[in-house]
């Protein structure tokens, strides 16, 4: 690389000095001079031209001498050194020149040797110089992305968009407009990230964060906020219409599924809106309002997208505390299991029980699996939440077989759910646990809803698994979702249980009453068994029983019982006893 040397002399002799010096030398290459006759020439130069290395000035010159111009030169450029050169015996000014920075000195007449060596010397001590003060920049550019952007997406993240928000706010309320925050999670994030890997989840992120970026949303930014949330950042709205048609546009936006390496996964997300006006001083509080309207469309279903009101703030908290106690909940040994029997519509015969988790809360009392299993599953928790339950569970079996020899195929329901049927774990577990309790595989029977089975492509290898250990498998909820009937047929499945939706009213609606026999037809034609679940009538149940459904549970028979009554129950009812509701049991 050449360098480029400035020399600043009023005589000429320097100059022709230094080109006699360097014109035959192979370093001529190596340098390249400019020249000029005072500190004002030089100073233009250096002002003009930045890419200067080293400046050779002599002292007294005409309209700006040598110390005048030393120090100017920080302010142009603070890693170039000047070397002064000065008549010999100027040792006062020899002093003043080193005080006001300059990097070494020569004298006149100049020694050609001791020049090349100071130039080698200075240029070397600029280059470390500038090398570091790159190093620094590059540092200080990397902390700086760090600090504000993500580096999956490349999207600016949640302190970007709260500083660029911030510094906003006053030129947005002083022109009229209205600023809105569009809060958005992916709604199935945790079970691709369960089920396909952290590779492919990152591959979703970034593909959303494309499709954001290509769906012409107008917005004034769109950051990553959270593991999966995005949020967008709206300042020309003028009412919360607006801000809906933009959700509208980024629900189309994502409807066609994204390839993840040859897997079709569709990403459809719950979106949050607030607008200001509600009061917020600080844009960190329209975000959590946003926020917070995001945990109601969550739970009103997939693709929602509500507007903030402030009854939801403290429903977000409210959510928010949940997640943490749900944290220590298992910790906390502060879960345990219900058993609700399971009989025969024909015979009335206990034949098996489903496995119903429950939460006793320190503050709250009892809090009900429809609460705390969608937070579990928001959370990734419900992995080791189900772990306990189905090893609880399998134990449970396991300790009733011994104790009740009569009862040798009893077998427990375990709900399933879907991030739990992708973890790596579940198989592990699954065959440490029948072999540890030698246990029959067709003793245990997994209940996975409807919803989990059609949405993903993998689940049938999976089950596929599970039927290797002889292993039943339950269709769970059945009717709420949308099952593709061909598909279904695919499937290992051994048992599809009727919705209690369907159940209920059953005697009073006659159309539940054609859903119910409809289903019934779909369980025979595919040679499955049916349970229906929410039975709580002897009406409800004898109809069942004409329709030819085999077995049933519900409040009629008995409501989900704790270990001790469920004990109790074996106790009181042999395998072979034909009855049909537990009350009727003295
Ligand atoms: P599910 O698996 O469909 O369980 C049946 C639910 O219906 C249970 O509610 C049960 O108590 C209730 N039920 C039973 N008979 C009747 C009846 O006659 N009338 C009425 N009205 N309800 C009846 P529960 O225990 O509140 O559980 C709700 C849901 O929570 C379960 O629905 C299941 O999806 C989920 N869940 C419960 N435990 C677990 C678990 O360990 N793991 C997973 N993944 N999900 C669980
Ligand atoms: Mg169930
Ligand atoms: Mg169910």
Redesign the pocket.
Known sequence: MTSKILVIDDEPLLEYVIRQLFRHQISAQEFEFDFAINGVQALDKLQANSSFDLVLTDISMPEMDGLTLLEKLPAIDPTLKAVVISAYGDMPNIRTAMNRGAFDFLTKPIDFDDLKITINKTLEFVRFAREKEQQLVTANRQIHYQAFYDEITGFPNRNFLLKQMRSGMNSIRESGQLEAILFLTINRYQIVKYSLGHARAEQLLVEVARRLEAGNLNANLVARVGEDAFAIWLINITNSQLALDVAESIRQALEMPSNLNGTAVFSSVSIGIALDGIGTKDPEDLLRAADAARYEAVVRGAGSAVVFNVDMQSRALEQLQLETDLQNAINLQQFYL?Y?PIVSCATGQLIGF????RWRHPSRGLV???EF?PVAERTGL?VAL?EW?LSEAVACLSKWHLQFPDYLSLNMS????GI?LFSPNLLPLLDSLLQGYNLRGECLKL?I?ESVLMENAEAAGVLKSLKNRRVKICL??FGTGYSNLSYLQLLPIDTLKID?SFVCCMEEMGKNLALVGAILNIANSLELEAIA????TQEQLIMLRSLGCNSY????FSR?LDEEKAVALLRAISPDRVTFASEHIT
């Open positions: 219900n609700q489903e496995a119903l988790a009900s699996p429809s299993i419900i189900g339950v375990v709900n399933l759910s739990q209940e809803t769970d909820d209690r679940e929410g039975v709580e549970q519900g409040y009629f989900p």
